[in-house]
C-alpha cells in the first residue's frame, strides 16, 4: 500500500469503491453504448462522496439536498466534490498531505494512488501549491468524467480564480446547450472550451448558442425546418413551440427567411434572455449575417404583418399649418408611437392648435372637457375625409391616471394620457407616490406650426446657455446637443392634476410632471392629437 497507519475500516471502503469503479470499467469494455445509469444512480454518486472524504454514510437530509441539485439540473459533478472537499467537517479532519491526495485519487479516479502521480502531487502541496491547485487536477481529469458519465451526470469544469457557484452556472448552462441542441451530454475538452470563454467573457450566451446551432456536427442532423424551428424553441426559449409563433417562422422560411434570421429572432428574445440571466451569463445581441429577402412584417399572410413601424412618419388627412389659408390645408404628419396587432397608434408629429382644454375654469375630466368634444367633432371632419375617417378606429380609453379619476371614454382622436406617455416615450420614472412622477425626453419636445402660434400657442427656442446650465439637466438627461436651436411649445395631456381645475402638459424642453399644471382654460397650450389607425 501506498499509505501507512491507515485503518482497516476505512481501507474496506476504499476497496469498496475500486470495485465500484471496476465494475464501470468492464460495463463500458461490454457495450460499444454507456446508459446513464452504466455505474449506478445518482443516488450512490452521492453517497459515494460520503463514503470516501467524509468516512462515513450520509445524512437524510444533505443526502437529500445534493441529489435534488443534480437531478434538478442545479449542481455538476466538481460542485458537488468541492462541496465535500472543503466543507467545515471535511477541513476538521486536518488531514495531512498525503490522506489528502489519497482521497482526490478514491474520490475522482476510483482508484489507489499510483506512486509517481501520488509522491508528484504531494510534492506539489509541500512545495507551496494549494490544495484547491491540486483538487482542480483531479476535478479536470478525464477519469472523473468518465466516472460521473457512468452515474448519469455532468462532471463540468473548474476554472480557477472564478467563484464555484459562478462555475456551477456556467457548466450548467453549456450543459443545458449540449443537451437540446446536440442531443448529448457534453465532451471533456468541448466544456473545458466553451466554459473557458464564458468565465472569461470572451463570447455571451446568444454567441455561445449560435456556435453550437451552425455547429458542423448541428447541421449534420439534418433537420427539417419544422425540427429546426421546434429545437429553437426548446434551446431558446426552454419551452415547447406555440402553434402561431410556430406557424409564423416555418411561413417565413417557405418565402426566403434563412435559418440565421430566425436564430436571430430566438436569440433577441425576451424568454432567452430570461434563460442567460438564470444561469448569470451575459446575454449579449446578435443581428443575422445570412440575410434573405423576406420581411415578415411587411407580409399581409404573416400574423406579424405591419403596416406601419414604430417611429416611422406617415402622412394622414390635411391641417391648416402655415398659417396661409390661401395656399390650402397642409398634409398632417404622424409619427407612429405602437403596433398593436391590426391597429397603430400615431400622434401628430407637430402641435397643430391651440385650444382650451375647457372652455371656462371649473373642474373636469377628460370625459367632461370641450377639447375632447371638439377633437371629435370639428377637428375630425375638418381634417379627414370619409375614406380617411375609415381608417380611424374607436377607441376605448382608461382614464383612470392621476389624482382625480375619470369615466372610461370612447374616442376617436384623443390626448395622450401621462402614462400613456411615460409608456410609449420610455422616460418615465414613477415612484410610489403619482405626485413624484414625472417623464422627460428630448423626443418630447414638439414644435408648434405656424397657425398655432398665430393662434397664441407659447413657443420657445432652447438656446446654448439653456442646454448647459438649466436647471433639467439636459445633458445629463441623454439629450444631444441637437437640442440647441430646437422650437418647443406645450401640450396639453388628457390626465387631470391635483384639482379637476388644472391638466398635466408637456412643456418646451419635453418635461412632463405631474408637478407641472396648467388651468383648464389656458389660452397658450397647444394641442398634439393622437390616435388609433388600421395597421392592416
Known amino acids: 500500500m501506498v499509505l501507512q497507519g491507515v485503518n482497516m475500516v476505512k481501507e474496506i471502503k476504499r476497496l469498496l469503491c475500486v470495485l465500484t469503479t471496476l465494475l464501470l470499467v468492464m460495463s463500458i469494455m461490454a457495450s460499444t453504448t454507456i446508459t446513464a445509469r452504466a455505474a449506478g444512480t445518482v443516488d450512490d454518486f452521492v453517497e459515494r462522496c460520503y463514503t470516501v472524504t467524509l468516512d462515513r454514510s450520509s445524512d437524510p437530509d444533505g443526502f437529500a439536498d445534493w441529489k435534488g441539485q443534480l437531478l434538478n439540473g442545479k449542481a455538476v459533478g466538481v460542485h458537488v466534490a468541492y462541496g465535500f472537499l472543503f466543507s ?54 478525464q477519469e472523473f468524467y468518465n466516472i460521473c458519465d457512468g452515474y448519469g451526470i455532468t462532471a463540468g469544469r473548474y476554472v480557477k480564480g472564478y467563484d464555484r457557484n459562478q462555475i456551477n452556472d456556467v457548466n450548467l448552462f453549456v450543459e443545458r446547450l449540449y443537451k437540446t441542441t446536440l442531443g448529448r451530454r457534453g465532451d471533456i475538452g468541448g466544456q473545458k472550451d466553451w466554459v473557458v470563454l464564458l468565465l472569461t467573457k470572451q463570447i455571451t450566451g446568444v454567441e455561445c448558442a449560435r456556435r453550437f446551432i451552425q455547429s458542423t456536427e448541428y447541421t449534420n442532423l439534418g433537420l427539417s425546418d419544422e425540427e429546426y424551428v421546434e429545437n429553437l424553441y426548446l434551446a431558446m426559449m426552454g419551452r415547447p413551440s406555440d402553434e402561431s409563433g410556430k406557424a409564423n417562422w416555418l411561413l417565413g422560411l417557405s418565402k426566403g427567411m434563412t435559418r440565421d434570421e430566425v436564430f436571430a429572432g430566438f436569440a433577441n428574445s425576451v424568454e432567452f434572455a430570461q434563460i442567460c440571466n438564470s444561469y448569470k451569463i451575459d446575454k449579449g445581441s446578435y443581428s443575422a449575417r445570412n440575410k434573405g429577402n423576406y420581411d415578415p412584417t411587411r407580409d399581409p399572410e404573416n400574423p406579424s404583418y405591419s ?111 401621462f402614462s400613456e406617455i411615460g409608456k410609449y416615450y420610455k422616460q418615465l420614472e414613477m415612484n410610489e407616490y403619482i405626485g413624484e412622477s414625472y417623464a422627460i425626453s428630448q423626443k418630447m419636445i414638439c414644435k408648434p406650426t405656424i397657425y398655432a402660434k398665430n393662434k397664441g400657442a407659447y413657443a420657445h427656442i432652447i438656446t446654448e446657455y439653456e442646454y448647459s446650465v438649466n436647471v433639467l439637466a439636459l445633458k445629463g438627461r441623454g439629450y444631444s446637443h441637437d437640442v440647441v436651436g430646437m422650437e418647443g411649445t406645450y401640450w396639453w395631456t388628457r390626465t387631470p392634476g391635483h384639482s379637476q381645475s388644472w391638466v398635466c402638459v408637456v412643456d418646451e424642453t419635453g418635461w412632463l410632471s405631474t408637478d407641472f399644471l396648467y388651468y383648464v382654460n389656458d389660452t397658450n397650450i397647444a394641442v398634439r392629437p393622437a390616435m388609433y389607425i388600421r395597421n392592416k
Open 88 to 141: 467545515e467537517e471535511y477541513t476538521n479532519k486536518n488531514k495531512s498531505n498525503e490522506d489528502y491526495v489519497t482521497d482526490l485519487y478514491m474520490l475522482f479516479m476510483g482508484r489507489e494512488p499510483d506512486p509517481d502521480g501520488f509522491n508528484d502531487w504531494v510534492s506539489q502541496l509541500k512545495s507551496g501549491k494549494t490544495k484547491l491547485d491540486v483538487f482542480i487536477g483531479f476535478a479536470n481529469s
Open 307 to 417: 403596416k406601419y413601424k414604430v417611429g416611422e412618419i406617415i402622412k394622414l388627412g390635411k391641417y391648416e399649418q402655415d398659417g396661409n389659408q390661401a395656399n390650402g390645408k397642409e398634409d398632417i404628419e404622424w409619427e407612429v408611437l405602437s403596433t398593436e396587432g391590426d391597429r397603430a397608434l400615431v400622434i401628430s408629429k407637430y402641435a397643430l392648435d391651440c385650444v382650451k382644454y375647457n372652455e371656462v375654469y371649473e373642474d373636469v375630466t377628460w370625459e367632461t372637457c370641450s377639447l375632447r368634444k371638439w377633437l371629435n367633432s370639428d377637428f375630425y371632419n375638418i381634417a379627414f375625409d370619409e375614406n380617411e375617417q375609415k381608417t380611424i378606429l374607436s377607441t376605448n380609453l382608461d382614464n383612470k391616471d392621476g389624482w382625480n379619476e375619470g369615466n372610461n371614454t370612447i374616442d376617436d382622436v384623443f390626448c395622450l394620457s
